[in-house]
T-cell receptor, first 116, second 117 residues
């Protein structure tokens, strides 16, 4: 158990409303990531964080923002939700090692988001 | 750009049959890492294996085995004597190093394995 929780686990919202998803870890790991999962695409990276207040964009970052004010929490915000953002969102963490790319990512349980 | 291709979208087998999942990747990096994850029907992602580009030895873990061939850019996964509990979606992923910032994973589209009793 990697000690990762996501909240909410399920959410239904309407187009145009802001939505915030939370990822919480108990492992004190430095690196955290947000992915979305869509049929046929596997998982795609939205944003990632390499420390408190240190974040950067991933492959599919348009329409999303993130914040990390504490080591244990990584928030993903959909500024104005659209139907194309209906997806399953996964948070992941990885251990802080030498940064050589070998860190294994462990995933949270996921959040199912439906935008009507 | 990194790319991972899992050409098989779905495989259906009868229990006790062997099943091999293909994974082909593209990268310009000389050092990289490959991963397999399992996603059972319950939806969570379970880490199975990590392999670095310098280690081409095959690996076996119980009924699972992995064949890494750098020459063909493939990292295939075999389940021997499949069981119903092996029914899941399996993802292959390639690591892209972000200097001093962890790593980004590029995932294949996944292969759904259905094991029938």
């Amino acid at each position: 158990d990697a000690g990762i929780t996501q909240s909410p686990r399920h959410k239904v919202t309407e187009t145009g409303t802001p939505v915030t998803l939370r990822c919480h870890q108990t492992e004190n790991h430095r690196y955290m990531y947000w992915y979305r999962q869509d049929p046929g695409h596997g998982l795609r990276l939205i944003h990632y964080s390499y420390g408190v207040k240190d974040t950067d964009k991933g492959e599919v970052s348009d329409g999303y923002s993130v914040s990390r004010s504490k080591t244990e929490d990584f928030l993903l915000t959909l500024e104005s939700a659209t139907s194309s953002q209906t997806s399953v969102y996964f948070c992941a963490i990885s251990e802080s090692t030498s940064g050589g790319g070998q860190e294994t990512q462990y995933f949270g349980p996921g959040t199912r988001l439906l935008v009507l | 750009a990194q790319k991972v291709t899992q050409a098989q979208t779905e495989i259906s087998v009868v229990e006790k049959e062997d099943v091999t999942l293909d994974c082909v990747y593209e990268t310009r990096d000389t050092t990289y890492y490959l991963f397999w994850y399992k996603q059972p029907p319950s939806g969570e992602l379970v880490f199975l294996i990590r392999r670095n580009s310098f280690d081409e030895q095959n690996e076996i873990s119980g009924r699972y085995s992995w064949n890494f061939q750098k020459s063909t850019s493939s990292f295939n996964f075999t389940i021997t004597a499949s069981q119903v509990v092996d029914s899941a979606v399996y993802f292959c992923a390639l690591s892209d190093v972000i200097k001093a910032a962890g790593n980004k994973l590029t995932f294949g589209g996944g292969t759904r394995v259905l094991v029938k009793p």
